[in-house]
């Protein structure tokens, strides 16, 4: 029973990392719709209109995100555009890892050690979701024909 628990345990922490760098890119949307949601309560909408306000916002964050990084022409926009994106996805990585790591090792330094390292893997992982959201590159964009 006790292996059982072991291996169960490794699972679960492999499932929650596998959801973490997979909804890793949402976070900025997701914090955009707490946000919008927490200040539609806050101006008398509702529990109701607090969650439809915080779902439109996160989905015109998402959105409005994809559609700069399509069309802004200049790299350094899109590297901003995308560092958006990627910074909260890395301070995620940070506190989950922790949040791991604390529970597993006693030493203070490790634990910061491998949490970084968590943020870097997640942030990372995240600016490739993010590069791949913003799809084919528009028609006079690509490279030039000789």
Do not use: D, E, H
């Given at each position: 029973?006790?292996?059982?628990?072991?291996?169960l345990s490794i699972a679960a922490i492999g499932v929650l990392c596998w959801l973490l760098f997979t909804l890793a890119v949402y976070?900025?949307?997701?914090?955009?719709?707490?946000?919008?949601?927490?200040?539609?309560y806050h101006t008398g909408a509702g529990w109701l209109g607090a969650i439809l306000v915080g779902f439109v916002g996160a989905g015109l964050t998402l959105g409005i995100g994809q559609v700069l990084l399509i069309f802004v022409r200049p790299l350094w926009a899109r590297l901003l555009i995308a560092l958006a994106f990627v910074a909260p996805a890395a301070i995620a990585g940070y506190y989950a890892t922790h949040g791991i790591v604390k529970y597993m090792m006693p030493s203070e330094t490790w634990q910061i050690v491998f949490s970084v390292i968590g943020a870097v893997a997640v942030g990372i992982t995240a600016f490739q979701r993010v590069v791949a959201m913003a799809g084919a590159v528009p028609s006079g964009q690509g490279l030039?024909?000789?």
């Open positions: 029973m006790i292996i059982l628990g072991i291996f976070a900025l949307p997701f914090l955009a719709g707490i946000i919008f949601g927490t200040w539609a030039a024909r000789a």
